[in-house]
């Protein structure tokens, strides 16, 4: 019993420290997620941000699209995630996804 309590125990750690571990990406900073998008302002270092809402959804947030940042050079910021839309690891910007 204290056996199968241990491994459970460890996994469990396991794979929280891999999920800290993992870059921060931004779910949904794909082009094809967004609508509204409305060019708010440039970045120190030159990046387009915007605001905008995911699509069927009122909450806006600002931020950047993936698919600019490629067209900018910056792939070591975007990622494919699992569902094949791209991601951002915003800690490589200088730009922060927050809400407005």
Do not use: C, H
Request: overall charge negative.
């Amino acid at each position: 019993v204290w056996g199968n309590a241990m491994t459970s125990i460890g996994s469990s750690i396991g794979g929280f420290a891999s999920s800290v571990a993992a870059p921060m990406i931004a779910a949904g900073s794909d082009i094809e997620l967004k609508e509204n998008i409305e060019q708010v302002g440039t970045s120190p270092s030159g990046l387009n941000i915007y605001e905008w809402n995911y699509i069927g959804e009122t909450e806006k947030y600002r931020g950047v699209i993936a698919q600019d940042l490629l067209a900018k050079g910056r792939q070591d910021a975007v990622s494919e995630m699992d569902n094949g839309y791209l991601g951002v690891d915003y800690s490589k910007l200088d730009v922060n996804m927050q809400p407005v």
